[in-house]
């Protein structure tokens, strides 16, 4: 069936490069997403990738999907205080539901 | 910014009670969801809506479940006999009808505790 699976948590320093990664099954998934959640907030949209794609950058953040392996990363560069949060990483399938990972939660020190 | 926004925030209840989850959703969007995330699990899908009809529902949402948009704004989620299992945090999301990436907008979420 549909899976996705993450790292529960990851731990840098600010400044350092954070790497999140994700695996799911569907390999019919058309869409690739990255959410961010904040306490107390709902799921905001970060990034995504189409599946034709195997990398997208926007800013500091870099996509890589690798479909062979059906392995998704999310690189943030420069990271800071503030981009500590839960990140989940969801799939697209084709009914258009999203089948979302355990998110992982990032914690930045100073 | 339109957003989505659903109330309450958080819901108490006992076991056995029925409970209604409301959520506007952002106002030129044309499908809706319900997902929820019981603590320290993934977030699951449990509804999607398209058109006043289910599009699809996952195998969590059985009988107990409703979903309803009984007007131009609201979009709700009614639980009719709460069970302990139930309790979890509610999302609501929304998105238009094309769009280069389908997004779901979500919702702050309901968090739900059945006693």
């Known amino acids: 069936g549909e899976d996705v699976e993450q790292s529960l948590f990851l731990s840098v320093r600010e400044g350092d490069s954070s790497v999140i990664n994700c695996t799911y099954t569907d390999s019919s998934s058309t869409y690739l997403y990255w959410y961010k959640q904040e306490p107390g907030a709902g799921l905001q949209l970060l990034t995504y990738?189409?599946?034709?794609?195997d990398m997208k950058q926007d800013q500091r953040l870099t996509v890589l999907l690798n479909k062979k392996d059906k392995h998704l990363s999310l690189r943030i560069a420069d990271t800071q205080t503030g981009d500590s949060a839960i990140y989940f990483c969801?799939?697209?399938?084709?009914?258009?539901?999203?089948?979302f990972g355990q998110g992982t939660e990032l914690s930045v020190k100073p | 910014e339109p957003e989505v926004t659903q109330t309450p925030s958080h819901q108490v209840t006992q076991m056995g009670q029925e409970v209604i989850l409301r959520c506007v959703p952002i106002?030129?969007?044309?499908?809706f969801y319900w997902y929820r995330q019981i603590l320290g699990q993934k977030v699951e899908f449990l509804v999607s809506?398209?058109?006043?009809?289910?599009?699809?529902k996952s195998e969590i949402f059985d009988d107990q479940f409703s979903v309803e948009r009984p007007d131009g704004s609201n979009f709700t989620l009614k639980i009719r006999s709460t069970k302990l299992e139930d309790s979890a945090m509610y999302f609501c999301?929304?998105?238009?009808?094309?769009?280069?990436?389908?997004?779901?907008?979500f919702g702050p979420g309901t968090r739900l505790t059945v006693l």
């Open positions: 990738i189409f599946s034709n794609m």
């Open positions: 999301a929304s998105r238009t009808a094309g769009g280069s990436m389908y997004e779901q907008f």
């Open positions: 106002s030129n969007h044309l499908y």
């Open positions: 809506f398209y058109n006043n009809e289910i599009s699809e």
């Open positions: 969801a799939e697209r399938t084709q009914g258009g539901k999203l089948i």
